[in-house]
């Protein structure tokens, strides 16, 4: 665990680089650095750089939002405004703050800038930048995984673990599962996957966006069962990311219907007829 990537104190000032903020750097600029591989992506750059930040900026602040507002739910004894401010990010956020900004850029193109083969593109970035942002919440010690000392494969935090601190809990200490490095690893498959169906020929737009909201549905729902953090919001019989992996579920039965649809009226698109002008 590495928690603190740069820690410098000269003259009474202190210089903290967190490692989880380095690994959120690092996740925007492999997202970034994925969305402009393809071609398609740089044609009418200035437009398609303008619906990235867009993108981009609507995903950072839902991240942070919606980790507020779990906070505050959680913790009511402290302002929103200070756990906007304080509060870490989710990808659940990333992603319904993500998506807002895509309609909103939506409802103004005039240029049909974000269609589906850009919103494509888009997810598969978001899949491969969140991979790299669960490697920084594996340094940083959150998103922990259940106790499993029968398991080969795990990690005990050592006495210094931030998150108790934090939260002022009684959290067991031993061996556990490494979730935040499963997420990982699901999340780079993910990207694999739909990087493979993206490339397919013939090509269906939309049909990657639509299988990112089933497998990250899936995948979030599942893996909720070996995270183990007193402090997430639990509504019922599930927690907070096992309600949102279900409602990805319909989201991506809409959007893999209308891909169809649209198919089924124009046929599969084709290499050349996706070039845009």
């Not at 507020?68 to 659940?92: C, D, E, H």
């Not at 108790?164 to 490095?181: V, Y």
């Not at 169906?197 to 909720?224: D, K, M, N, Q, T």
């Amino acid at each position: 665990m590495l928690p603190s990537f740069l820690n410098i104190h000269y003259h009474g000032i202190d210089l903290v680089i967190s490692t989880g903020s380095l690994f959120g750097v690092l996740g925007v600029a492999v997202g970034v650095g994925i969305y402009f591989l393809w071609k398609e992506s740089r044609r009418r750059a200035g437009y398609q750089v303008l619906l990235l930040a867009v993108l981009v900026v609507g995903a950072l602040f839902g991240a942070r939002f919606f980790s507020a507002v779990l906070s505050i739910l959680r913790f009511p004894g402290k302002s929103f405004l200070f756990y906007l401010g304080t509060s870490g990010s989710t990808i659940m956020g990333g992603i319904a703050g993500g998506g807002a900004a895509a309609l909103l850029f939506r409802v103004f193109d005039r240029r049909n800038t974000a269609n589906d083969r850009a919103l494509d593109r888009a997810l598969i970035a978001f899949s491969a930048g969140a991979a790299v942002l669960r490697i920084g919440c594996f340094f940083h010690g959150c998103c922990y995984g259940i106790l499993a000392p029968e398991f080969p494969c795990t990690v005990t935090y050592p006495e210094t673990w931030i998150i108790p601190k934090i939260f002022n809990m009684e959290i067991p200490a031993g061996p556990r599962l490494p979730f935040p490095l499963i997420a990982a690893g699901f999340l780079l498959c993910m990207t694999v996957i739909l990087w493979v169906i993206y490339r397919g020929v013939p090509r269906l737009p939309g049909l990657p966006a639509s299988l990112f909201f089933f497998l990250y549905g899936i995948g979030r729902f599942l893996l909720e069962f070996i995270r183990d953090e007193p402090e997430r919001l639990v509504l019922g019989t599930f927690t907070v990311g096992q309600w949102f992996g279900l409602v990805c579920l319909p989201i991506g039965g809409i959007l893999l219907i209308r891909a169809l649809r649209r198919a089924a009226f124009t046929g599969p698109a084709s290499f050349d007829s996706l070039k845009q002008p």
